[in-house]
């Protein structure tokens, strides 16, 4: 699971409150899904940013991860390589497009959600941001541990 980090917390935090006030929510739009949400928030774009950028290959978020090319030159792979920086991996990102981490899922108190559900996505936002805020306070009290997050770049490079 990502990597605990108050600005990872409040990313979640944020895409939640923004999909809980009817922000546009439509799953076959790549900045407008369950990812787009999260990356709007983490990358500072636009929803149509990130859609356009994504159009540049086919594929859904779950087929541009897995196509994942770090050298590629294509802005969704610097997108994906910026969120992989800032503590997610691809994983994270594909069980969130398809509401499927199983730690996300138990503490939710769900087997299942639908992944092109808002509500579902609320749900799960909020129970991943709970167990992001559990993990970072129980390595609040390892300075070495502190340390280390905190000396990570969480801010995006330019794409």
């Not at 500072?44 to 994942?68: C, F, P, Q, V």
């Not at 709970?130 to 009290?141: D, G, K, Q």
């Amino acid at each position: 699971m990502a990597i605990a980090h108050p600005l990872l917390i409040e990313a979640l935090r944020s895409a939640t409150r923004k999909l809980e006030t009817h922000a546009d929510y439509q799953w076959g739009h790549m900045g407008s899904c369950n990812c787009g949400h999260l990356a709007q928030h983490l990358l500072k774009l636009n929803k149509d940013e990130i859609h356009e950028a994504a159009m540049e290959r086919s594929g859904d978020w779950t087929e541009h991860l897995n196509d994942y090319c770090p050298s590629s030159g294509l802005r969704m792979d610097q997108m994906i390589d910026e969120l992989l920086k800032l503590g997610l991996s691809r994983k994270d990102l594909q069980n969130l497009e398809r509401l499927s981490d199983p730690q996300v899922l138990k503490k939710a108190g769900k087997g299942y959600l639908v992944h092109n559900k808002r509500e579902d996505v609320i749900a799960y936002l909020k129970a991943w941001s709970s167990l992001m805020e559990e993990e970072w306070a129980s390595i609040r009290n390892t300075p070495a541990e502190v340390n280390r997050v905190l000396e990570t770049e969480w801010y995006p490079q330019s794409l």
